[in-house]
């Protein structure tokens, strides 16, 4: 951003009479033209991606590494404390606000580049399992998935680092810290199971990073338009439209948000989620014969006429009520619970994650693949998958279950 510099600096807000550098300060954005370069300009400097900020990226990568290596949750805090300050992901998002294509350019160009660190050394990491093998994986687990308490962390973590960075000249340390810890851990994951060659781990690490950028990406543009910086010109606005929309499209679409809202509005409603799977009522009702054949010669309701049909033998098709719902609890020896999956097999893609205790629907579909059964289920959100047999209990299994 070559901006003109020859207006007065921002520190000469403070020699002007109170009044008006109260003003000054409370406005962020002039609405001089000269000011608002300067402001920028200074904005811009300090987002712009340094060698200091590749080389912290690479040993915090490094760091974080050994921490799924080790399966040891102080290592991971120790690659997120050597993570380097987030400050071109701030600019990223100032750069959108404000219109500015080459500055955005340059730094995503950054912020890829220091991902591709982490991911690259992570990845390393994973290789190294060959050698030795972790006792756990549970730090991988945990990071592999979208947890609530990680996404508040995550959103108040990028409000405070768009703000402090905005407002103040100090190092805005621990919002990057609790950002570094939403996005760099995930990622590292993701590279840690592509490399040592866990499935459960690459395309998960991958899906919780872009929920969390995403995420981050938003509060940032929202926070940095409550503050004043919006674009000038309409390119720039068409920039911004378009960057926000994608963002919010990632995180709804990744994180399974609108599924999730979808289900309270079927259930305020009175939707019931297993609303699909027939009934014995509704398959009578489809199948049973014209009222006229009933020996009593009147027209019967409905469920009368079943009735007849079940208990009356009669050399023609009979109506075979459908058998009750199976229900089944997940349930995991090791405290992790089980992966719902799209296909029969462990490289199949995940829909979803189930912890222990899960209440499951049995379907009919059973196959077995390399000795392992696998069972169709359906979840309590109304998601069909698969998911290995020996990892749900139910107390009335069906018969050849």
Same mark, same amino acid.
């Given at each position: 951003?070559?901006?003109?510099?020859?207006?007065?600096?921002?520190?000469?807000?403070?020699?002007?009479?109170?009044?008006?550098?109260?003003?000054?300060?409370?406005?962020?954005?002039?609405?001089?033209?000269?000011?608002?370069?300067?402001?920028?300009?200074? !904005?811009?400097?300090? $987002?712009?991606?340094? *060698?200091?900020? *590749?080389?912290?990226?690479?040993?915090?990568?490094?760091?974080?590494?050994?921490?799924?290596?080790?399966?040891?949750?102080?290592?991971? !805090?120790?690659?997120?404390?050597?993570?380097?300050?987030?400050?071109?992901?701030?600019?990223?998002?100032? $750069?959108?606000?404000?219109?500015?294509?080459?500055?955005? !350019?340059?730094?995503?160009?950054? *912020?890829?580049?220091?991902?591709?660190?982490?991911?690259?050394?992570?990845?390393?990491?994973?290789?190294?399992?060959?050698?030795?093998?972790?006792?756990?994986?549970?730090?991988?687990?945990?990071?592999?998935?979208?947890?609530?308490?990680?996404?508040?962390?995550?959103?108040?973590?990028?409000?405070?680092?768009?703000?402090?960075?905005?407002?103040?000249?100090?190092?805005?340390?621990?919002?990057?810290?609790?950002?570094?810890?939403?996005? *760099?851990?995930?990622?590292?994951?993701?590279?840690?199971?592509?490399?040592?060659?866990?499935?459960?781990?690459?395309?998960?690490?991958?899906?919780?990073?872009?929920?969390?950028?995403?995420?981050?990406?938003?509060?940032?543009?929202?926070?940095?338009?409550?503050?004043?910086?919006?674009?000038?010109?309409?390119?720039?606005?068409?920039?911004?439209?378009?960057?926000?929309?994608?963002?919010?499209?990632?995180?709804?679409?990744?994180?399974?948000?609108?599924?999730?809202?979808?289900?309270?509005?079927?259930?305020?409603?009175?939707?019931?989620?297993?609303?699909?799977?027939?009934?014995?009522?509704?398959?009578?009702?489809? =199948?049973?014969? =014209?009222? $006229?054949?009933?020996?009593?010669?009147?027209?019967?309701?409905?469920?009368?006429?079943?009735?007849?049909?079940?208990?009356?033998?009669?050399?023609? =098709?009979?109506?075979?009520?459908?058998?009750?719902?199976?229900?089944?609890?997940?349930?995991?020896? =090791?405290? !992790?619970?089980?992966?719902?999956?799209?296909?029969?097999?462990?490289?199949?893609?995940?829909?979803?994650?189930?912890?222990?205790?899960?209440?499951?629907?049995?379907?009919?579909?059973?196959?077995?693949?390399?000795?392992?059964?696998?069972?169709?289920?359906?979840?309590?959100?109304?998601?069909?998958?698969?998911?290995?047999?020996?990892?749900?209990?139910?107390?009335?299994?069906?018969?050849?279950?």
């Amino acid at each position: 951003m070559n901006l003109d510099q020859s207006s007065p600096a921002p520190e000469q807000i403070s020699q002007l009479p109170p009044a008006r550098r109260r003003r000054a300060r409370r406005s962020l954005i002039p609405a001089s033209n000269d000011e608002r370069a300067v402001v920028l300009e200074n !904005l811009a400097r300090k $987002a712009f991606p340094s *060698f200091e900020f *590749f080389l912290f990226s690479l040993l915090a990568g490094a760091i974080m590494g050994a921490g799924y290596i080790f399966d040891s949750q102080g290592i991971l !805090l120790l690659g997120v404390l050597i993570a380097p300050l987030m400050a071109p992901w701030v600019g990223i998002a100032l $750069a959108t606000v404000t219109g500015s294509g080459r500055f955005f !350019l340059q730094t995503l160009a950054g *912020f890829i580049i220091s991902a591709g660190l982490i991911f690259g050394t992570s990845w390393l990491a994973g290789i190294a399992t060959q050698i030795y093998t972790p006792p756990t994986y549970m730090q991988a687990i945990i990071h592999t998935h979208l947890w609530w308490a990680n996404l508040l962390l995550l959103l108040l973590g990028s409000i405070l680092l768009v703000i402090s960075f905005v407002r103040s000249e100090q190092r805005p340390i621990l919002p990057s810290i609790m950002l570094s810890y939403g996005l *760099f851990l995930p990622l590292s994951a993701a590279g840690f199971g592509l490399g040592s060659g866990i499935s459960d781990f690459w395309p998960n690490g991958g899906l919780v990073f872009s929920v969390h950028l995403a995420l981050a990406t938003l509060a940032a543009l929202l926070t940095l338009f409550i503050l004043g910086f919006r674009p000038r010109r309409i390119p720039g606005c068409f920039m911004t439209l378009v960057i926000a929309v994608l963002a919010l499209v990632a995180f709804v679409w990744l994180s399974g948000a609108g599924s999730f809202f979808m289900g309270i509005f079927n259930s305020s409603f009175g939707v019931s989620p297993f609303q699909e799977s027939p009934t014995a009522t509704r398959t009578a009702i489809t =199948n049973s014969p =014209n009222p $006229a054949t009933n020996q009593t010669g009147t027209i019967e309701p409905t469920i009368t006429a079943t009735l007849q049909i079940q208990i009356t033998p009669t050399p023609t =098709n009979t109506v075979t009520p459908q058998a009750t719902p199976i229900y089944a609890r997940v349930f995991s020896d =090791n405290g !992790l619970g089980a992966n719902v999956r799209a296909l029969p097999g462990d490289n199949t893609p995940i829909l979803v994650s189930l912890i222990n205790d899960s209440l499951v629907e049995i379907l009919p579909e059973i196959q077995i693949l390399n000795g392992v059964t696998w069972i169709h289920i359906r979840t309590a959100a109304g998601i069909e998958g698969w998911m290995i047999q020996s990892l749900v209990v139910t107390a009335t299994p069906a018969t050849g279950w």
